[in-house]
């Protein structure tokens, strides 16, 4: 162990530190560690409501009805206590189009705000192009479609942010400006200099949308989503099924939400449970089929299956970032959130924990099949979606009380994968810290 810790530090964390030396990749971790405060308070009051308990399971009564007044809480006020999701992780994207160019551009020691709101209208204009619409009643609203202004934009806002501050960066370096006279205000200078860039940007990419739109029938965001899901097929194979359960892990890894990349791929989902559910009622068991195990990559602490990371976090690190980042996260994983570990670590665009992260989410995902294939674990036939806590995640979809066990297994095993590369990032991250304080006592 102490040797595979050595060589995670001494070859993978140089490598993880050139990267993160990289200005559009720092870019990337600084603004998704940016919004973490949004994430933070879409999950508390998605958490709020989607209690871990379904209206059979409350009419049962027994310890299931000490959740019954959370329960008819969250059904009859659920639209108004998502209203604040909505509107934090609803619009994760737009936020995250406007960090990463303002970082970017801070990084070429341009403004960091104009590039900012550049790429937002950008944004805006590929991913929610507003549109009047005539109603019955003789009014036309303005209408945008919100679709891409979450985390299944997120891909976009990645692209739109990086190119327009650089197509904003050629302008600047060949003159393609307003230029004003020195006796102007710098504030109205400045703001000047914009117009011609943004205009250009504005064009280019509305330019885009109207070809992808025309020609192709579909939205950049959709254009994107389709390349992105084009190379995975035979999903409903064993084979098939590691194969995107691991392209979905490495698309988060990527800043690119796995699951709503290849929501139109993990559709059979649900006709396999239907069919189960039909099985179930005949009274004859229900059959394990491949896809599933794309359930598996999330059973601890969300995708990826970061609950190690942050019981680890909480437990064991010395490094000041991951003692703040374990009190934060701990929470939300036990509920299955995993957007606060991959944004807040990050584990995004970080080799270091990019390689447990993907290897927890297909280790337990392929030991899930294992166990139901060999009959120790029963088939979902059961798909009552909601944040429910670790060890009731999987016992809501089969009613099996054995997977409490395979779930209490799957923990120390999820830990011990986790462990090296926690170890190397706490250390590596406790050489920073106390490099910048000697710079700050010697300032």
Request: aromatic fraction near 12%; proline fraction near 6%; charge should be neutral.
């Amino acid at each position: 162990m102490d040797k595979f810790m050595h060589f995670v530090e001494d070859k993978m964390s140089p490598i993880a530190d050139k990267l993160g030396e990289q200005r559009h990749l720092s870019a990337m971790q600084k603004g998704f560690m940016t919004v973490l405060p949004l994430i933070f308070v879409g999950a508390v009051f998605m958490v709020i409501a989607n209690p871990p308990v379904t209206a059979d399971m409350v009419k049962s009564g027994g310890v299931w009805s000490i959740f019954s007044g959370w329960f008819n809480f969250a059904t009859k006020y659920k639209m108004a206590i998502l209203v604040p999701y909505n509107m934090s992780m609803g619009l994760l994207a737009l936020a995250v189009t406007f960090v990463i160019a303002d970082n970017l551009a801070t990084s070429y020691s341009m403004k960091g705000i104009t590039n900012g709101l550049t790429a937002l209208v950008v944004f805006l204009l590929v991913a929610a192009p507003a549109n009047y619409l005539a109603l019955a009643d003789g009014t036309t609203p303005l209408l945008m479609n919100c679709t891409y202004l979450g985390a299944q934009g997120l891909f976009t806002a990645i692209i739109v942010a990086l190119l327009t501050v650089e197509i904003t960066r050629f302008c600047e370096i060949h003159n393609i400006t307003i230029r004003l006279p020195e006796i102007c205000p710098p504030a109205l200078t400045n703001s000047f200099r914009t117009i011609v860039p943004m205009v250009i940007n504005v064009s280019i990419f509305y330019i885009l949308s109207l070809l992808s739109s025309n020609y192709l029938g579909m939205s950049i965001p959709t254009l994107i989503e389709k390349v992105l899901a084009t190379p995975v097929a035979a999903v409903n194979s064993v084979p098939g099924s590691i194969f995107l359960c691991a392209f979905m892990l490495l698309l988060w890894c990527c800043g690119v939400h796995g699951q709503m990349v290849t929501m139109a791929l993990t559709a059979p989902i649900t006709t396999a449970a239907t069919a189960n559910a039909a099985l179930v009622a005949k009274g004859q068991a229900p059959i394990f089929h491949p896809i599933f195990m794309t359930l598996g990559i999330g059973f601890l602490g969300g995708t990826g299956n970061t609950l190690g990371l942050c019981i680890l976090s909480c437990w064991k690190a010395k490094s000041q970032q991951l003692k703040a980042f374990g009190k934060a996260t701990i929470v939300p994983s036990i509920f299955r959130i995993s957007e606060p570990a991959l944004f807040g670590a990050p584990i995004m665009f970080n080799p270091v924990l990019m390689l447990p992260f993907i290897a927890n989410g297909l280790i337990v995902a392929i030991l899930y099949w294992l166990a139901c294939s060999f009959g120790l674990l029963t088939a979902p036939y059961l798909l009552i979606s909601g944040t429910y806590p670790v060890f009731l995640s999987l016992f809501v979809y089969c009613l099996d009380w054995r997977v409490f066990i395979f779930i209490a297994l799957m923990i120390p095993l999820t830990l011990a994968i986790w462990y090296p590369f926690f170890v190397a990032y706490d250390h590596s991250l406790c050489k920073k810290e106390e490099a910048t304080k000697l710079a700050e006592e010697e300032a």
